[in-house]
C-alpha cells in the first residue's frame, strides 16, 4: 500500500490511470456485473426500509415518537406482541424438538429422497392452502375430529379451527418440514467417523450425543432456530383464515396489514413494521450471542 | 511412563462373517493375534481389511463367527464396552475440543478424576511429541500434528488393543515416511498390540511383525513380510509384493518344484507355488526386477520396447511380446524404443500359480 | 451411526417412526379431504359425501375467473423467472469470481431479504410501491416478487459457478474464445443445470408466494394464491366445494411445477437455499 502511494508521488502524471486503480481493489468488468441486483435490492428493499423507517416517525398526528407510545400504551397494539411470541416460540422449539431425533434416525436411510419429497411438498404449497385444508380436516365435522369420536379418544368434537390451535397446526405443518429439512442438512454433515471414534473412546450412546453431536451441531441448531422462528413469527394468512383474527391470534403482521390497507395509515403500518422487524432481531440476536458464549465454553474451558 | 497397556494373551477371530451386499464382505476370517505385535491387514480397497478392523472395534456387527479376547467372547459387546483403542483414516478429531480435551475425551468418559486425565494426557502429549500444542484446536494443527493427537487420544486410554485404519493415507509422501517410524516407536515403546489396516505394501512390509492378505473377504496369506516377499502362496499376494508381470500359459510339464508353461511359442520355467496340473492354465509371475534383456534361448521372450525411463541406476520399460502380452522390465543399459529385445526371468525368480486356488 | 439392538432402542426408533408417520398420515388426509371435498355433491356430518360431480369446477373456473387469474399467475411467474434468472446469475458471477472491497456489505444486503421475512419488510415495500402509483399493477407485482428471488438465485448460483474451474476459462482464452464466445460455448453449456435448477425453485417459490403479491397486487393483477386467500377469506359466500376446487387447481398448478423442479433438484436444496452458505 505505501509502495503505491510513493510511486504515486514521484510520477503525478504517469500514476497508475483510475483503471488500474480500480482493478487493484478488485474492481473490473466483471464485478460491475453486480451493479444491476445491487441496485434492484437497493431500490426495493434498503430504500423501503429505510423510508418507512422515516415514515415512521411522521405520524399524522402528534409528536414523532408518538405512532411508537400509540403502541406500546395500547394493549390493542402491544399485546400483539404477546400473541406473537406465544404462537411462534412454543411451535418453533417444537418443530426443533421433534426434527432432532428424526433426522438421527433419517440420515441412515439409504432412500431419504422420498421422505424428503413429501416433506417439501406442505412447504410448497403454502400456508394459504393449508389454512384451506385445515378448515376442513380439522373443522368440528372433519376428518380429525372424527377419527378421534371413532376411536373414543373424545365425546364432543374438539374446537380446531378459528382459534389459537388452528394457527399452532399450520405452523407445525408448514415449519416441521422446514425445520426438519435444515437440521437433516446439518446432521448429515458432521462426519460419522466422530461417532465411531466416540464410541471406541468408551462413550455411551447418550454420551455421544451430549459431548459429539450437539456441541458440534449447537451453530446450526441456532441459526435453524432463527430461520424457523422468523417464518413463524411473520405468521399472516392462517392467523388470519384459521384463528380469531380479533381475538388470540391477533399477531403483529394483522395489526400491521389492518393499520395499513385498512386505516390506510402507513406511517402507524410501518411504526409496526419496524417493532416487529425489531423484535426478530432481537430474538435472532439473543439466539447467535448464546451460539457466541456456547462455543467459547468448550474451547478454552479445559482445566490446566 | 505411567501408560500401561492392558495385558492380555490372544485376540482369536474364528470364522469371523459380515455379509452386507458383495462390496467389503468377510466370508470366513481367522486369525489370531499374540500380545506385543504388530500386524498389518494388507489388500486392495474393498478387500475387506477395513470391515474386518471396524468388525473387531465393534463398529460393524459380525453376521457369523466370534471374536474372543483370551476367555471372553467380545463380538456381543458394544464399541464402548470393549476398549480398544483406535486411529482413524480421517483422524476423527472432535472440531470442538482442544488437542488436550481430544486426547482426554476417553478417560473422561469412563469418569476418570480430572487431576488423573490431565496427567496422563500430558503423557500421551509427551510420548507423541506434542505437548506444546495442548490448547490448540484440532482446525489448526497441521495433518502430521492431528495424526499424532489421534495416535494419543487412542493410547491414553490403556487400551489392550490399537486398531489403525490406514491412518497415512492423507499424508504426504514426507511425512508418511516420518510417521511411520513415529508409529513403530510408539508401538514399541509401550509394548502395544497394533492391527494395521493398509493397501500400501511398503507399509505393511517395514512396520509389520506379520502381514495378514486380504482379498475378496478370504485372507490369502498370512506371514512374517520376508514369508510374503519371498514366498507368496496365492498369484493376488504375488501381485501385491511386487511381481508385476503376470503371464498366462499351458502347463506342459512338471517336476517335484518346477513347473513350464507353453506361452504362445515360448516356454516359461519356474518355481511351483501352488500344485498344478498337466494341461491347465497357470500363471507364471516375474518382478520387474528379475526381467532383465539378454540372450534369447530358455525363459526368454522377443518382445518391442513400447517405453523406457531412466531411473539413476538402470532403466525401467515396457514392452510387448509377439503374443500381446505386455511386460515390465529391467535394462542396466540404454536401449532404443521400438528396438525387439529378448527379456528372460531366472527360472528360480519365477513363481507359478494355478490359476484359481 | 452405530446400530443399536437393546430394547430401548428400538422403543425410540418406534416412537420416533410413530411420530413421522403420524405428521405424514394428517399431512396427505388434510390433501386429500380438500380433493374430496371438491368432489362433492353434499357432504355435511358424514365420513364421505353424499354423491360426487365434477361441476364445482366449471363453476370455480367462472366464479373466481381461473382463467384470468392463471394467465396473470403465469405471466408473473414468468417475467420473474427471466429477470431474477438474469440479474440473479451475472451478479452470482461476479460475486464467485472476484474478491473486492465492500464484497461483504454486498453479501448481507442479499442474504437479508432471504432472511427477513416477506410481511416484515412487505409493508414498506408495499407503501412505497403505493406512492410511485406502480402497487396494482403488473409490473408492482413482478417488482415485489424479485426482493427475494434475484438474492435466492445468487446464492444457489454462487457454490456452482466457483466449483467450475476458472482455468476452464483461461483455457477458452488461449485456444482463442472472446467474451462472448467463451460465454456461449464454455460457461452457458457448463452453467445450464444450475441455472435450471434455481429458476425452476424461483418458479415454484413465486407461485407459492402469498404475501408480497397479496400486499402489492390489485383486482387485475392478482395470481392464484391471492385470489385462494379472498376467497377462503370471504368464505360464506360460495360454495366450500368451489373453493376447495380452486384449491386443487392451485395445488395441481404447483405440485406440476415441483414435480419437474424435483427432476434437477435436491428436495432439501428448496429448504437450504445453497449447499453451503456462504455467509450467516
Known amino acids: 500500500m505505501t509502495m503505491t502511494v510513493s510511486a504515486e508521488k514521484h510520477h503525478v502524471e504517469s500514476g497508475p490511470s483510475l483503471r488500474q486503480r480500480l482493478a487493484a481493489q478488485g474492481f473490473d468488468a466483471v464485478t460491475l456485473l453486480v451493479i444491476p441486483s445491487f441496485v434492484l435490492l437497493a431500490l426495493l428493499f434498503i430504500y423501503p426500509f429505510a423510508y418507512g423507517l422515516v415514515l415512521s416517525f411522521e405520524p399524522k398526528a402528534g409528536s414523532a415518537w408518538s405512532n411508537y407510545v400509540r403502541f406500546f400504551t395500547d394493549p390493542y397494539f402491544y399485546s400483539t406482541i404477546w400473541k406473537t411470541l406465544l404462537l411462534s416460540v412454543p411451535v418453533t422449539v417444537l418443530n426443533l424438538v421433534f426434527s432432532l431425533p428424526v433426522a438421527f434416525r433419517v440420515r441412515l436411510l439409504y432412500r431419504q429422497r422420498l421422505l424428503t419429497t413429501i416433506l417439501v411438498i406442505p412447504i410448497t404449497l403454502g400456508t394459504v392452502l393449508i389454512a384451506e385444508g385445515l378448515l376442513n380436516y380439522l373443522g368440528p365435522q372433519g376428518w380429525f375430529n372424527r377419527a378421534l369420536l371413532a376411536i373414543g379418544l373424545i365425546d364432543h368434537p374438539l374446537r380446531l379451527v378459528h382459534n389459537y390451535w388452528g394457527v399452532f397446526a399450520s405452523l407445525v405443518i408448514n415449519g416441521f418440514p422446514f425445520t426438519f429439512l435444515l437440521v437433516l442438512s446439518y446432521v448429515t454433515g458432521i462426519d460419522p467417523a466422530l461417532e465411531q471414534a466416540a464410541a471406541t473412546l468408551g462413550a455411551s450412546a447418550r454420551q455421544r450425543f451430549t459431548h459429539v453431536y450437539l456441541p458440534i451441531l449447537m451453530p446450526g441448531l441456532a441459526i435453524t432456530f432463527c430461520l424457523s422462528f422468523v417464518q413463524a413469527f411473520s405468521v399472516f394468512p392462517s392467523a388470519v383464515l384459521l384463528g380469531e383474527p380479533a381475538g388470540e391470534t391477533r399477531v403483529m403482521s394483522i395489526a400491521a396489514y389492518q393499520a395499513a390497507f385498512e386505516e390506510y395509515d402507513y406511517s402507524l403500518a410501518s411504526a409496526i413494521a419496524m417493532i416487529m422487524g425489531f423484535v426478530q432481531l432481537a430474538i435472532v440476536i439473543g439466539m447467535m450471542a448464546s451460539r457466541g458464549l456456547f462455543y467459547r465454553g468448550p474451547a478454552t474451558g479445559a482445566k490446566g | ?357 | 451411526m452405530i446400530r443399536d439392538t437393546s430394547l430401548r432402542s428400538k422403543l425410540w426408533i418406534t416412537a420416533v417412526w410413530a411420530l413421522v408417520g403420524f405428521f405424514i398420515l394428517n399431512l396427505f388426509a388434510m390433501i386429500a379431504s380438500v380433493v374430496t371435498s371438491s368432489f362433492a355433491t353434499r357432504w355435511l356430518g358424514t365420513w364421505f359425501p353424499a354423491g360426487w360431480t365434477a361441476r364445482w369446477y366449471s363453476s370455480a373456473w367462472s366464479e373466481f375467473q381461473l382463467g384470468d387469474v392463471l394467465l396473470v399467475t403465469f405471466e408473473v411467474v414468468g417475467a420473474v423467472v427471466v429477470i431474477s434468472g438474469l440479474l440473479g446469475v451475472t451478479a452470482a458471477y461476479a460475486l464467485a469470481r472476484r474478491e473486492f472491497t465492500g464484497k461483504k456489505i454486498i453479501m448481507l444486503v442479499i442474504l437479508l431479504p432471504l432472511i427477513v421475512p416477506p410481511i416484515t419488510f412487505g409493508i414498506p415495500l408495499a407503501t412505497v410501491l403505493y406512492q410511485t402509483g406502480l402497487a396494482g399493477t403488473f409490473w408492482g407485482v413482478v417488482a415485489a416478487n424479485l426482493v427475494p428471488t434475484v438474492p435466492f438465485v445468487i446464492l444457489v448460483m454462487i457454490p456452482f459457478i466457483e466449483q467450475i474451474d476458472p482455468r476452464i476459462e483461461a483455457a477458452a482464452r488461449v485456444f482463442g474464445a472472446n467474451t462472448f464466445k467463451l460465454f456461449a460455448h464454455v460457461l452457458m453449456p457448463l452453467l445450464l443445470p444450475g441455472i435450471l435448477a434455481a429458476l425452476l425453485l424461483v418458479l415454484v417459490r413465486t407461485i407459492a408466494m402469498f404475501e408480497l403479491t397479496f400486499l402489492v397486487a390489485g383486482p387485475t393483477s392478482q395470481t392464484l394464491v391471492v385470489a385462494l386467500y379472498y376467497a377462503v377469506f370471504a368464505a360464506g359466500v360460495r360454495a366450500v366445494q368451489s373453493i376447495d376446487a380452486m384449491a386443487v387447481v392451485y395445488m395441481v398448478t404447483t405440485l406440476i411445477w415441483l414435480i419437474v423442479a424435483l427432476r434437477f433438484v435436491n428436495p432439501t436444496q428448496i429448504v437450504t437455499r445453497a449447499k453451503q452458505q456462504p455467509a450467516h
Open chain 2, 1 to 357: 511412563m505411567t501408560i500401561a497397556l492392558q495385558k492380555f494373551d490372544e485376540l482369536r477371530l474364528e470364522h469371523v462373517r459380515r455379509e452386507f451386499g458383495s462390496l467389503n464382505a468377510l466370508k470366513d476370517v481367522t486369525l489370531t493375534v499374540k500380545r506385543g505385535e504388530f500386524i498389518a491387514l494388507l489388500g486392495p480397497s474393498g478387500c475387506g481389511k477395513s470391515t474386518t478392523l471396524n468388525c473387531i472395534a465393534g463398529l460393524l456387527p459380525v453376521t457369523g463367527g466370534a471374536i474372543w479376547l483370551d476367555k471372553r467372547r467380545i463380538d456381543t459387546l458394544r464399541p464402548e464396552e470393549r476398549g480398544f483403542g483406535m486411529v482413524f483414516q480421517s483422524y476423527a478429531l472432535f472440531p470442538h475440543l482442544t488437542v488436550k480435551q481430544n486426547v482426554g475425551f476417553g478417560l473422561k468418559m469412563r469418569g476418570v478424576s480430572k487431576a488423573e486425565i490431565s496427567r496422563k494426557v500430558d503423557d500421551a502429549l509427551a510420548l507423541v511429541r506434542l505437548s506444546g500444542q495442548a490448547q490448540k484446536l484440532p482446525g489448526q494443527l497441521s495433518g502430521g500434528q492431528q495424526q499424532r493427537v489421534a495416535i494419543a487420544r487412542a493410547i491414553v486410554i490403556e487400551p489392550p488393543l490399537v486398531l489403525m485404519d490406514e491412518p497415512l493415507s492423507n499424508l504426504d509422501a514426507k511425512l508418511r515416511l516420518e510417521m511411520r517410524a513415529e508409529i513403530r516407536r510408539i508401538h514399541n515403546t509401550l509394548g502395544a498390540t497394533t492391527i494395521y489396516v493398509t493397501h500400501d505394501q511398503d507399509e505393511a512390509l517395514s512396520l509389520a511383525d506379520r502381514i495378514v492378505v486380504l482379498k475378496d473377504g478370504i485372507i490369502r496369506q498370512v506371514g512374517t513380510p520376508n514369508d510374503l516377499y519371498e514366498r507368496p502362496e496365492h498369484i493376488d499376494v504375488a501381485d501385491f509384493m511386487g511381481f508385476r508381470n503376470r503371464i498366462k500359459g499351458k502347463v506342459i510339464r512338471q517336476t517335484n518344484d518346477e513347473a513350464t508353461l507353453a506361452v504362445g511359442d515360448s516356454e516359461i520355467t519356474g518355481l511351483l507355488r501352488t500344485s498344478v496340473q498337466n494341461g491347465s492354465e497357470a500363471y507364471a509371475a516375474i518382478r520387474a526386477d528379475d526381467l532383465i534383456t539378454g540372450d534369447p534361448g530358455m525363459n526368454a521372450f522377443a518382445a518391442r520396447i513400447d517405453t523406457i525411463e531412466y531411473r539413476g541406476r538402470e532403466f525401467v520399460g515396457t514392452a510387448r511380446t509377439m503374443d500381446g502380452i505386455d511386460l515390465v522390465f529391467r535394462s542396466d543399459h540404454a536401449v532404443d524404443l521400438g528396438a525387439t529385445i529378448h527379456l528372460r526371468a531366472a527360472p528360480e525368480r519365477v513363481l507359478v500359480f494355478s490359476e484359481t486356488m
